[in-house]
């Protein structure tokens, strides 16, 4: 990664830190992104939490219409990748507790 691409980055976790309620984060995602980048990385989410509750593939499928290599990515990173998912994933379930 290149300097400007760190600089870009940093940037945009910066702006996502900054975002105060769930109406900002809609529409900053709006502004940088298409619908369908933000109904893909949507989809990667979703399909992360039916893993992580045991759900099979072919229903993952079903139910999403992701492709079986997009679950696989998101499988593989959610059981050997950085732990964004899983850390994501419980924040989300302790807050609708």
């Given at each position: ?30 502004d940088i992104m298409t619908r369908k980048e933000m109904m893909d990385i949507a ?55």
């Amino acid at each position: 990664m290149d300097n400007n691409e760190k600089e870009g980055l940093r940037l945009l976790i910066k702006a996502l830190l900054a975002l105060e309620n769930e109406q900002e984060c809609i529409e900053f995602l709006e502004d940088i992104m298409t619908r369908k980048e933000m109904m893909d990385i949507a989809q990667r989410i979703l399909v992360a939490k039916m893993l992580s509750e045991q759900v099979v593939y072919n229903k993952i499928v079903d139910e999403t219409g992701a492709s079986t290599a997009t679950i696989s990515r998101v499988n593989r990173c959610y059981n050997y990748g950085s732990g964004g998912y899983a850390r994501i994933l419980d924040r989300i379930k302790e807050e609708n507790r």
